[in-house]
């Protein structure tokens, strides 16, 4: 059974620090992996998909890495700012029909 | 598009009644996911469906549990009868294509059952 996990649950940085957060999943045969973003209260927002076959993707201030050999992700967000406050999860898809399993996400605070 | 619409956001009810969540996925999606989010288990997929059709429901907990989708636009998930611990966000999410695609969350429903 696909276990994913995020360390650490919980994370507090300076404005203007860069932030990165890992997620490791146990079976490698994935498809992709997608990052997201909780807002409290909110659904999730997409930020990034990864595909078995990539070793990264970016969007603006966002970079994401892939070794799907050892069961790692890395998301990593330049120069943070206080609106990147939220919960930041990966979860991955193991086969056709785009069923995610989800980590537990980490929950970012950025202090001015 | 509007994204994928949920109501009601919030629902409180009283143990032993019956709930029914609603969801609409973003218009041309062919795939769409019921899953719920407590602070022990996160977020958990609980069923979906492929062109209306059900593919996998082994994550419905129990038969109090069904969903059902009778057209490309609309979904429901019924809890009949509720209980304390079916307390939780559920969301629906929707998405184009079989692989690789990004999946589209709704705001998701708060379900608080007394």
């Known amino acids: 059974k696909q276990e994913v996990t995020q360390i650490p649950a919980a994370l507090s940085v300076p404005e203007g620090e860069n932030l990165v957060l890992n997620c490791s999943f146990t079976?490698?045969?994935?498809?992709?992996l997608q990052w997201f973003r909780q807002d409290p209260g909110k659904g999730l927002t997409s930020l990034l998909l990864?595909?078995?076959?990539?070793r990264e993707q970016t969007s603006g201030r966002l970079n994401a890495s892939l070794d799907k050999s050892s069961g790692r992700s890395t998301l990593y967000i330049a120069a943070s700012q206080p609106g990147d406050s939220a919960t930041y999860l990966c979860a991955v898809v193991k086969a056709a029909g785009n069923k995610l399993t989800f980590g537990g996400g980490t929950r970012v605070l950025v202090k001015p | 598009d509007a994204g994928v619409i949920q109501s009601p956001r919030h629902e409180v009810t009283e143990m032993g009644q019956e709930v029914t969540l609603r969801c609409k996925p973003i218009?041309?999606?062919?795939?769409l996911f019921w899953y719920r989010q407590t602070m022990m288990r996160g977020l958990e997929l609980l069923i979906y469906f492929n062109n209306n059709v059900p593919i996998d429901d082994s994550g419905m907990p129990e038969d109090r549990f069904s969903a059902k989708m009778p057209n490309a636009s609309f979904s429901t998930l019924k809890i009949q009868p509720s209980e304390p611990r079916d307390s939780a966000v559920y969301f629906c999410?929707?998405?184009?294509?079989?692989?690789?695609?990004?999946?589209?969350f709704g705001q998701g429903t708060r379900l608080t059952v007394v």
């Open positions: 990864i595909q078995s076959s990539q």
């Open positions: 999410a929707s998405s184009f294509g079989h692989m690789n695609t990004e999946a589209f």
């Open positions: 079976d490698s045969a994935i498809y992709n």
């Open positions: 218009s041309g999606h062919d795939y």
